[in-house]
């Protein structure tokens, strides 16, 4: 126990005795908490754009925070901070347009357009943001607790427990398990998977010949991981975009209006306690589902309000608006399920290495790209009296999470209040800084103009994916447990001494196996229950 | 970005040159890219930029580490072929690389002809590692358990260690699954999972043996080792072949004469001046600094490529 108390305490000192970014007024600012913070202002901004979303903004600016903080293990906390503070800061600004403008930010901002915007029309926007904010934290620190007691947990069940066929069995079963929930179809997520293995593949293996490659001497490296990810998620979204735009000749849906009449604005009283019952079932299911890779606080949002509603309807009295008509309980049954995927989210990432959604995706490339921090059960080794630098970095990011809560709780609020504006820049003058910005960060990074070419192309097959409605997620998170899964197998094959039937050895990998089929089987699913009735196209 | 700091290093280089080309007799005519074989972070990784960073206090020369790593160092040697031959561009990698690698993968531009061997940094302290305390912390028990039928999981983090780890199991009596891994870290995390049973470190096993963490159950090169000096060598337990291998700067081919001398002397300087972080490193990681450098070096390599063709054939057999 002392040994985990000592690491909390590695991790702490860790983001506040880092490297110092400046010094003011003879002070040194320890870099991570100061990114953490400017992260999360970012985040808040771009959750509270339409058209851009959090994990677009992290995919941005990491190739930018690596090449200013470097591939040295230093670089890891305020690289994770800003990535952190985004994550977090665009779960609670998705709310802001929502509510004000009937436009959701993010998708799974869209249930909050419900009852935010009606109580904004009806003359209290800033009970709405303060309500949103509220549940939102609140959703998000609790996901977080969850994490920070699961995560070390779980990892160490799963380095006990799983030997290499396993390991290798865990990781097809997530990939199956991504390619079902997600998107609209089974066929076209396990197609997504395949061409993201596929890409993948190109000039990796043992060989001391690249494989895959056509003879192409710029392949003989493969695909850069950053343009071929961000080609596929930023890219082929805007060129969706750009296409929306000709084909419609205006620059966005038009919002309605804002607010009409001022009643009495700001928190009501009773509204804590009204709303706290709300919040804590939403956190569950939030938590809940966002320990599952792939899933979605899409749907987390969707459950938490569908619950939150039936709730309402059982025991509301003749004096309570019922949902949709501007019901505080609806806000907060909303944003406190879909803020408190983000925690549990990185579970999978942190115990296992497996990344649940695009925001996760970042943190793994992140760590990849910089080095020296392996997610994966490896990390948490209780070592002493030798200090394992990987968990002083996982406690490290803890600490930066927390921290992100504390800093949401407290400025968070004031700052996304003053963010309406922004929810009125239109898609044309949007949309070409966002791609001029991703160019110029993949340049940054891969400083090759054939690694432009290979955003260009997969920009393209993002493009493709999503006017043929293949879900583009898939084809991200296979891309990167590619490599993973071709080593374990590779090293489980070995292990076994060239057993060809490896994977059917064990009890635990064959039950891994029957819940990867059955996964495939009960997770299939043709209609589009889970996806929201219309609003923006799925980016996370 | 790249060019713009390449650019100021020129630029940096061009200020400070000229007065230690008079106190040396050579300058590089600029900025030196130094590319480093191995993942960011890592011991290796580590060496090579503190060689860079003693270089550019010792000499005033500008020195940009790079990463090339995969491959078994054949990646940097390929991207340094195309580089110019004058000391503006080098690379970290370990004897191997232009060895067995070169060898194996019967690829003429690999040949040792075509590179020119700097000078080494650090000698392997290479064992045959193990979890102490475990079912196999020593050599005896890994014949015991053998012998007992059970399979024995072999982790090695390159094909050369592969083929060895083949021809101690084939001289010993012994079917070990080879288990290839990713770098001596691969094969110590393998250790503690309880992926693998034993396997081939070349020295970042030191800080866990002395811990009492791990144990080196046999060295795998020609000498004793220093944290464990009873193990049994290899070659006394039935092997024709060892580990032996340097970690090792190399440059494109044909470099003239004095060129060559004076990198590897400027190497041997940073690395021997006990007043460098590149020597107290060498001292903490690898037990002390190994520098060879011209003609010594060469014949070193020579052989090792002999030794590597005929560990090739022996395990093909």
């Known amino acids: 126990m002392s040994d985990v108390l000592h690491y909390i305490w590695l991790g702490i000192l860790a983001v506040f005795q880092g490297p110092a970014l400046f010094h003011l007024l003879g002070f040194a600012l320890p870099a991570a908490p100061v990114m953490l913070f400017f992260g999360l202002l970012t985040g808040i901004a771009v959750g509270a754009t339409p058209g851009l979303a959090g994990p677009m903004a992290m995919a941005i600016s990491l190739p930018i925070l690596i090449s200013v903080f470097g591939f040295t293990p230093d670089a890891l906390l305020p690289v994770f901070g800003f990535l952190i503070g985004i994550m977090k800061g665009a779960t609670v600004g998705g709310a802001v347009p929502a509510i004000l403008f009937n436009t959701p930010g993010t998708p799974d901002a869209l249930m909050t357009t419900l009852d935010g915007h009606p109580m904004a029309r009806a003359g209290q926007p800033r009970r709405a943001l303060r309500i949103a904010q509220i549940s939102s934290v609140a959703g998000d620190t609790f996901s977080d607790l969850v994490l920070f007691v699961c995560a070390p947990f779980l990892a160490i069940l799963v380095e006990r427990v799983l030997d290499l066929p396993e390991k290798t069995a865990l990781l097809v079963l997530s990939l199956s398990f991504v390619a079902a929930v997600m998107g609209k179809s089974l066929g076209r997520g396990l197609l997504s998977v395949s061409i993201g293995l596929l890409a993948a593949y190109v000039a990796t293996g043992q060989d001391f010949y690249p494989r895959l490659t056509m003879g192409l001497p710029g392949l003989e490296n493969g695909f850069p991981m950053v343009a071929a990810v961000l080609g596929v998620l930023i890219v082929g979204e805007i060129f969706c975009s750009i296409e929306d735009l000709l084909r419609a000749g205006t620059s966005r849906a038009t919002a309605d209006g804002g607010p009409e009449k001022r009643t009495s604005d700001g928190l009501q009283p009773g509204d804590l306690k009204r709303i706290t019952p709300y919040i804590a079932r939403s956190a569950i299911i939030g938590t809940v589902i966002g320990a599952m890779p792939g899933v979605g606080s899409t749907l987390a949002a969707m459950l938490g309000y569908t619950f939150g509603k039936r709730r309402h309807e059982a025991r509301r009295g003749p004096a309570d608006t019922p949902f949709g008509q501007g019901a505080p309980e609806g806000i907060a049954a909303t944003e406190a399920a879909n803020s408190a995927v983000s925690g549990a989210n990185l579970i999978p990432v942190l115990s296992l290495g497996i990344p649940g959604n695009a925001a996760a995706v970042f943190l793994i490339l992140a760590a990849d790209s910089i080095g020296g921090f392996n997610p994966g059960p490896a990390v948490f080794r209780f070592t002493a009296p030798e200090v394992n630098p990987e968990l002083v970095i996982a406690f490290g990011i803890f600490t930066l999470m927390s921290l992100g809560n504390i800093l949401n709780w407290t400025i968070g609020g004031a700052f996304m209040r003053s963010l309406g504006v922004l929810a009125r820049i239109p898609n044309r003058y949007l949309l070409p800084v966002v791609l001029l910005v991703t160019l110029t960060s993949i340049y940054v990074q891969e400083t090759s103009f054939f690694a432009l070419w290979v955003t260009f192309g997969f920009g393209i097959l993002g493009y493709l994916f999503r006017r043929a409605a293949v879900p583009v997620l898939p084809f991200v998170i296979a891309f990167i447990l590619a490599k993973p899964l071709e080593e374990t197998a590779r090293e489980a094959f070995a292990a076994t001494g060239g057993d060809p039937l490896f994977l059917f050895r064990s009890p635990v990998s064959l039950l891994l196996f029957g819940a990867t089929i059955g996964s495939i089987i009960f997770l299939h699913r043709t209609s589009d229950r889970h996806e929201p009735p219309s609003g923006p196209r799925e980016t996370r | 970005m790249k060019s713009v700091l390449a650019s100021l290093a020129l630029a940096a280089a061009l200020v400070s040159a000229p007065f230690h080309a008079w106190a040396d007799g050579w300058a590089p005519p600029g900025p030196i890219k130094m590319l480093i074989g191995f993942a960011a972070g890592g011991g290796a990784d580590t060496q090579a930029r503190l060689i860079a960073q003693g ?230 990681a690898f037990g002390g600094a190994s520098v060879v450098t011209g003609e010594e070096l060469d014949g070193y390599m020579a052989d090792s490529v002999d030794a590597s063709k005929k560990l090739i054939k022996a395990v093909s057999n």
Do not use: C
């Open chain 2, 55 to 284: 270089l550019e206090k010792k000499y005033g020369w500008k020195v940009l580490p790079e990463q090339a790593p995969g491959n078994s160092g054949l990646n940097l040697a390929k991207q340094l072929a195309s580089e110019p031959a004058d000391g503006t561009a080098f690379g970290m990698v370990v004897t191997e690389t232009l060895a067995y690698s070169a060898v194996a993968s019967k690829n003429p531009d690999f040949e040792l002809s075509k590179f020119t061997s700097l000078a080494t940094t650090a000698r392997f302290q290479l064992g045959l590692v193990a979890m102490k305390g475990g079912e196999f912390d020593s050599w005896d028990k890994v014949k015991a358990a053998a012998a007992a039928g059970k399979p024995i999981r072999f982790g090695t983090a390159s094909d050369r260690q592969a083929d060895v780890a083949y021809h101690l199991g084939q001289k010993t009596g012994i079917d070990f699954n080879i288990v290839p891994v990713k770098g001596g870290a691969g094969v110590m995390n393998g250790l503690r999972g309880g992926d693998l049973d034993i396997g081939w470190v070349a020295g970042a096993q030191s800080k866990p043996v002395k811990q009492g963490e791990m144990i080196n159950i046999a060295s795998g090169i020609p000498a004793a080792l220093i944290d464990n000096p009873e193990a049994p060598k290899i070659t006394d337990l039935g092997s024709d072949f060892n580990l032996d291998g340097y970690f090792m700067f190399i440059a494109p081919g044909n470099m003239a004469p004095d060129v060559r001398k004076a990198l590897g002397d400027a190497i041997r300087d940073v690395l021997t001046d006990s007043s460098t972080e590149a020597y107290a490193f060498a001292q903490k």
